[in-house]
Structure formats: C-alpha cells, structure tokens
C-alpha cells in the first residue's frame, strides 16, 4: 500500500518599497538652496528611515523628511525603512539624483576703454535669462563693493564714472539679485578698466629768479595735438591766476608786467580743448623767485602761553619806515583780522585772553608805498598754548571681568572746570547722540577702545582726550556633560550630569540633535539640578545630547557644552559564566569569572536555580570558592546589574562543579 503526500504552497509576499522624492523647490535646482527630500512607503506605519547619499548612510537622519545645501550636498539620494513589527524593513528606494543647475551669466561692458583722466566712464551689467534683477558692482580682488559717490553713479544696471581718476583703475565685475528663483546669478568675468594719464604740459619762466618790478614770461606748452586753451595756477591750493593790471594771459603765455614779491612761487599749468583727451596733466611746478626784499622780523612774548594770558605778536622791518603789516597764521594763509580777543595797533598783534585756538604758526610782511613795495614775510613763530583739562574714561558697572550679555556703564572724568559736555568715540569714530558724562554699552557688539574729550562753553573751552580704555570679553564658563551608562541597554537607567567648574547655582537646559529640540520633563525623563535621569532608554532616546548653564549671577550663562552622543543598544546582554578548574578536589580553591559587555556592573552570582537569592554579590566579574567540600558542588549561575534602579542583564547559562572527595596528592 502506498501514500501519497502532499506539498503546501508558500506564498512569499514582497517587501514594501521605499521612494524619494523632492518636496521643496520645484523645478530646476540652483547653488545656495535647500531641498526638502522625502522618504514614502506605501504600507504599514511605524517607520524609521535610513538615508544615503552616493551610497554612504547619513548619520542621525531617521525621519520621513531631510534637508539639505545645495551644492555641497548634491549627490544620488536613496532610502530604507525600519520598523519593529513585521515586516521589519523595506526595500530600498531608487536612487534620486540632486542635479545642481548653473546659475545664470552675467556680462559686464566697460566704454570707453581705455579712458583719460576725468572722462565719464559706463559700465553695464546684464543677465540674459529674464528681467528683474538688481546689480552688484565690485572693485578690485577684495570684493570691493562699489557705491554711490560724488563720481560714482548706480542707476539700474550701469554704473557711471563721471570722471575718471586713476584710482578708478581695475578690475570690475558685477553680479545680479533678485526675489524670483534663481535668487542670483553667476559672477561677470573680470574687466580691467585702464586710466590711460593725460598728456604731459610744460611749464618755462623766464627769467627765474626775476626782481621786484621785472617783466616774467611763463609759457605752457602740450607736445600733444593742437587747439589747447591753458589754466594757470599758483601755489597748493589750487588759486587761479587770472587777468589782472599786471597779469596778462594770451594763448600759451602769461605775462607779468612788473614782479611782486606776491607773485614769487609756484606756478603751474593745464590744458584743455574739445577733443579727446580734452586736458592734459598739469606741468612740473615751477618756482618763481622774487629776490632782494627787506626781511621781516616776527617776535612772540610770552611763548608758550597758558589760557587766558595776554599775548603780544611784534613785527618789525628794519630796512626803511612807513610800513603797514599784515598778519597770517598756519599754512592756508589765513589772514588775522581785528576782533574782541585780536587788537591791530602799527607793528602789534595783541591777543587779550590766549585760548586753545590761537594755537598755531603766525607770520607777518610788510607793505608800502616807495620801494620796496612789500618785504619778505617773517619766519614763522610757533605760539603754543598749554595746560588744558585732560579727560579720562573708566567703567562704572559691572566691576571685574566683563562677559557677553553684560551691559557696562562708562564715564567721563574731567577734573578741572565744570559745566562739561561730552563727546564719545570708538576706534577713533564718533558716537552719535552721546553728550552725556556717562553711556552704557552691550557686548560683546560693542567691546572696543573707548575714548572720550570734553567741550564747554566757557575758556577753557574743551578738554584734552581721554587714554583708549580697552572693554576686553572674557570667554564665558566651559561646561561638562557626562553620560553614564553609555552605551546603554533597552530599560537601562541612564544619568546625564552637566556642570560648570567656575562656580555653583546654575541651572540648566537641556538639548537634543538640534538646537530648538529642548529635552523638558516626561513620563522617563526627570531633571532635576544638573542632572537628566532617563529612566526606562529606548530607541528614540539615542541621538547627540548638550546643555548649557545659566544663573541670575554673573556671568548669567556659560558656554554650551560639547555634544555627546547616546548609544542604545537593541537587545539586552547576557552574561557568560567560566570555571578556570574543569576537575576540582576538596580543599582546592575554584574561580568562576562572569563576564558581559560595557562597563560599571555589580555582579550576582546564583546556585542550584537562577531565580533564588543570590549566594553573594560582587563588585568584580569574578567569584572564588576556597576551601571546596563536596557541598559545595553543583550548577552556578550569574548576572549583571547596574544603575538605580538595578537593570539587570540575562542570566548565563549554568556552569557545573564536580567535587572530588580526596585532594590530588602531587610527589
């Protein structure tokens, strides 16, 4: 008789299979973007997804959506999915390719090119691709941005030189903004703007050195083209030298009829016509000398001054009378003239009340009717008036070190005289609005050198500035996280504990994976001081954990800490149970040594049935047995625990030891 058996299908249903997808832009993709990516599977639910870029797993991205920078995170994206139940992965997803697209190109025209000093320059910058776009201008390799000036003009998409100087000279590029995507465009190639120098002029006077009441000639001439009309000057701020009684300019010449002493110094000259270049570069200054006029004697008592004393300037000419003075002071020739302090009386300047302003380099000439006409002006006098208040700065508040976050209080100290108001700088630039004695700052934004002058309205009438004060940050307190157990098991205890050395009552925040994921009180976790218990670990307590201090006192906060990362296991250990005797006799000595993964455990050690109360615990993985007798044969179990409360570890398997009722006897 025969049987037949008969054989059972086995269906095998397929994996789910995961798919990415872009979510945020839509379209082409563009350096500087981000882009939101998408892991979906179709069934099931209870998912935690693994990402790869070009293959490699991305660590601590475990949720249904990523982000990332483009370019740097360009690259073929895929993804899996993990789940607890059945089925417990997925398939992976196909690899979706970041593809970053070029920006678009911007072009930059420069007319003229080459240009001449002082010609109006265009520089136009366009994008092809669309319209909207607003244009940066940049100078030179230091991305120099180029703004609005008295010769620099931005309208749309030009920039116009209104007259170029060599310090416009360079090279220029432009780029375009603008609200719609792509927000921006590819840097323009460099153009380099060349300032070609104007044609060079030349200057000839004859005769030099000339006498008072001599005829000079001085005669411009450009080598470069024709049609050239002439400018002259006279001496370094730039005084046009016109027609006069005894200046008569024609084509190329000016012509001075009968040499002053007020025409002895420097001349030069420029030309200018229609056509391009339309001027040339000024001519060598040339130096005419008027000689042989009297000299004149300056004297100044009493030099140096103090405020407030009268001062008395006498000039004198010992060559002739009938002189009349003129009086000037410093280099610009500015002429002192009568008023309340200053009195002009013959040969004498009196001033009354000496104050900060008289300061300065004085000199005299004298002037009249016969000839000589004038006289050389005098050597310069040096008057010094001296003794003003100096100002001081200090901080008011807080005293001692200063910390980020502080707002300090600084003033102005002027020992001297009252009815002060004050003026405030900051690396030499001055603060507006800040006329009080004292001002107060917030750091670390406004740490720097500080400084301080006083004005008033009496004499005298400011102070000297201040020293810089230095307003230096001291780093804010480090602070520690440390992390027991870690790794740690599914139920294990964990301890995070967060300090900082400097000093005590703080209290603490806690972060997790990103800096807006604050860790606040939950079912597992407690925080309590500078402490976060998380009482049962689980799978989603894994990740990068930091905190950081802050406190009423100063400093008010510390520095965050380093970040740790928390590992948690997904099964819970067992320990392995050894004998280092396989034949034991009585009155020998036996070691059973347990041992299990990590660190930090208390050791339990069990006979005749794991689940009775241990024989002995130990701090150590390992337990002797001195003295055997044959009681003390059987099966020995152990296991580990740690942490408050105790998690333990699975039992090991049992052990067996065999006693022997005689000792080995060795000859």
């Not at 059945?86 to 690899?95: G, I, N, V």
């Not at 230091?142 to 998409?157: K, L, M």
Request: proline share 6%.
């Amino acid at each position: 008789m025969s049987y037949h058996s008969f054989s059972l299908p086995i269906i095998i249903t397929a994996l789910p299979t995961a798919s990415v997808k872009i979510v945020t832009p839509q379209g082409l993709l563009y350096p500087g973007e981000t882009v939101t990516l998408q892991c979906d599977i179709s069934d099931y639910t209870d998912w935690t997804y693994r990402w790869f870029i070009d293959n490699q797993l991305l660590p601590s991205q475990t949720r249904k959506t990523i982000t990332i920078s483009l370019p740097d995170k360009a690259g073929q994206y895929k993804c899996v999915g993990r789940r607890r139940g059945r089925p417990q992965k997925s398939y992976h997803s196909f690899s979706l390719p970041i593809i970053v697209t070029a920006l678009p190109k911007t072009t930059l025209t420069v007319k003229p090119n080459p240009a001449y000093t002082g010609e109006k320059v265009t520089l136009m910058c366009s994008t092809r691709s669309d319209s909207s776009w607003i244009y940066q201008q940049y100078k030179d390799w230091n991305y120099n941005v180029v703004s609005q000036s008295v010769r620099h003009n931005i309208t749309g998409d030009t920039l116009t030189i209104s007259r170029a100087a060599e310090s416009d000279q360079g090279w220029y590029w432009c780029e375009g903004n603008r609200v719609s995507r792509p927000t921006s465009s590819q840097p323009s190639n460099a153009v380099s703007l060349k300032v070609k120098a104007l044609p060079k002029t030349t200057l000839t006077v004859k005769p030099n050195p000339a006498y008072t009441g001599e005829k000079v000639t001085l005669t411009c001439s450009t080598r470069s083209g024709s049609n050239w009309n002439y400018q002259w000057y006279k001496d370094w701020n730039y005084k046009v030298v016109t027609q006069s009684v005894r200046h008569t300019i024609r084509g190329e010449t000016l012509t001075i009829s009968r040499a002053a002493e007020s025409d002895q110094g420097r001349y030069w000259c420029e030309g200018n016509r229609v056509s391009r270049p339309t001027s040339s570069q000024p001519s060598d200054p040339v130096t005419l000398t008027v000689k042989a006029l009297p000299k004149t004697t300056l004297t100044v008592k009493p030099n140096p001054a103090y405020t407030g004393e009268k001062v008395t300037l006498t000039c004198s000419t010992r060559s002739g009378s009938n002189w009349n003075y003129q009086w000037y002071k410093d280099w610009n020739y500015k002429v002192v003239t009568q008023s309340v302090r200053h009195t002009i009386r013959g040969e004498t300047l009196t001033i009354s009340r000496a104050a900060e302003s008289d300061q300065g380099r004085y000199w005299c000439e004298g002037n009249r009717v016969s000839r000589p006409t004038s006289s050389q002006p005098s050597d310069p006098v040096t008057l010094t008036v001296i003794a003003l208040p100096t100002a001081s700065v200090k901080i008011v508040t807080p005293q001692g070190l200063l910390y980020p976050g502080d707002r300090v209080t600084l003033q102005c100290d002027i020992s001297d005289y009252t009815g002060w108001t004050y003026r405030w700088f900051r690396y030499n630039e001055e603060l507006p609005i800040q006329t009080r004695k004292t001002i107060t700052i917030s750091l670390p934004d406004q740490a720097g050198q500080y400084q301080c002058v006083g004005r008033r309205r009496g004499r005298p009438q400011k102070s000297d500035h201040s020293f810089f004060l230095p307003i230096i940050i001291t780093a804010l307190p480090k602070t520690t996280l440390t992390v027991k157990p870690n790794p740690v098991f599914p139920g294990e205890t964990v301890t995070l504990m967060c300090s900082v050395g400097s000093d005590s009552i703080w209290n603490y925040q806690w972060y997790k994976d990103r800096n807006d994921n604050v860790v606040s009180q939950s079912v597992r976790h407690t925080i309590t001081g500078d402490t976060l218990t998380i009482s049962r670990a689980a799978e989603s307590d894994q990740g990068l954990y930091w905190c950081e201090g802050n406190r009423v006192s100063r400093p008010t906060s510390s520095q965050p800490s380093n970040a740790v990362s928390l590992k948690v296991k997904d099964y819970q250990p067992k320990t392995t149970l050894t004998s280092d005797k396989e034949n034991v006799f009585t009155g020998d000595s036996v070691t059973l040594s347990c041992t299990v993964e990590s660190s930090g455990w208390t050791f339990y050690w069990y006979r005749h049935r794991p689940d009775s109360t241990p024989v002995t615990t130990t701090s150590g993985y390992s337990y002797t047995l001195s003295w055997v007798s044959v009681s003390d044969g059987g099966q020995y179990w152990c296991r580990a625990g740690r942490g408050d409360p105790v998690y333990y570890t699975l039992y090991s398997d049992p052990v067996q030891i065999n006693i022997t009722g005689e000792s080995k006897t060795v000859l």
